[in-house]
């Protein structure tokens, strides 16, 4: 069993920075992709990143695209956002994921974290 956790939110001015981490526990989590979703309220959830197990895979978002950076440390269990320029439309609940597939679909994803809240003020 693999559990999350998300760390690195909070309230930002719009143009400004955050970087969230979302931690693992459980041996295997070298062998899990992981994706970052979030979700605005009244909103879909919405893909965000993903990355391959070995880190050599990355994809994001258009919206996100060349702002945000997924990463991850697996000697450290952890995978990374780092958030640039942030707009007041990123505000949202930001939640990071885990599966065997490479997958921009929140369904093909098992373990999930509790989420942490991004909001960004113009």
């Known amino acids: 069993q693999l559990q999350l956790v998300e760390s690195g939110g909070g309230l930002v001015q719009a143009g400004g920075s955050l970087r969230l981490s979302c931690a693992a526990s459980?041996?295997?989590?070298?062998?899990?992709?992981v994706a970052w979703f979030r979700q605005a309220p009244g909103k879909e959830r919405e893909f965000v990143a993903v990355?391959?197990?070995?880190?050599?895979?990355?994809t994001h978002a258009e919206s996100v695209k060349g702002r945000f950076t997924i990463s991850r440390d697996n000697a450290k269990n952890t995978v990374y956002l780092q958030m640039n320029s942030l707009l007041p439309e990123d505000t949202a609940v930001y939640s990071c994921?885990?599966?065997?597939?490479?997958?921009?679909?929140?369904?093909?994803?098992?373990?999930w974290g509790q989420g942490t809240q991004v909001t960004v003020s113009s």
């Open positions: 994921a885990a599966g065997q597939l490479y997958s921009l679909v929140s369904r093909s994803y098992e373990y």
């Open positions: 459980g041996p295997t989590f070298s062998t899990y992709n």
């Open positions: 990355i391959s197990r070995s880190g050599d895979g990355r």
